[in-house]
Nanobody
Framework: QVQLVESGGGLVQAGGSLRLSCAAS????????WGWYRQAPGKQRELVAS???????NYADSVKGRFSISRDNAESTVYLQMNSLKPEDTAVYYC????????WGQGTQVTVSS
């Protein structure tokens, strides 16, 4: 059972940056596609970025050009660099395997003030 621990969130002004980390336990990190998701109050959880086994990345239109996902297989960690943050980016951010999703972690709160 993979356990996920997200960190790096916080309160930031619009235009600022944050770097989120997600540490995954388990044996199959390097063989999985990983994604960062977010859930704003009253909204469904959405996938904002994913990274493939070979490093191919995909982004939701709302974050394209501002967010960057990366992975470190040796550390079993996936990162999300978030730049030019907007108030609408405010949400709890989670990571999970995209195609073999397990239990969700506690997430990390990102709050962007205007």
């Amino acid at each position: 059972q993979v356990q996920l621990v997200e960190s790096g969130g916080g309160l930031v002004q619009a235009g600022g940056s944050l770097r989120l980390s997600c540490a995954a336990s388990g044996r199959y990190f390097s063989s999985r596609v990983w994604g960062w998701y977010r859930q704003a109050p009253g909204k469904q959880r959405e996938l904002v970025a994913s990274i493939g086994i070979g490093g191919t990345t995909n982004y939701a239109d709302s974050v394209k050009g501002r967010f960057s996902i990366s992975r470190d297989n040796a550390e079993s960690t996936v990162y999300l660099q978030m730049n030019s943050l907007k108030p609408e980016d405010t949400a709890v951010y989670y990571c999970n395997s995209v195609f073999q999703a397990g239990s969700w972690g506690q997430g990390t709160q990102v709050t962007v003030s205007s």
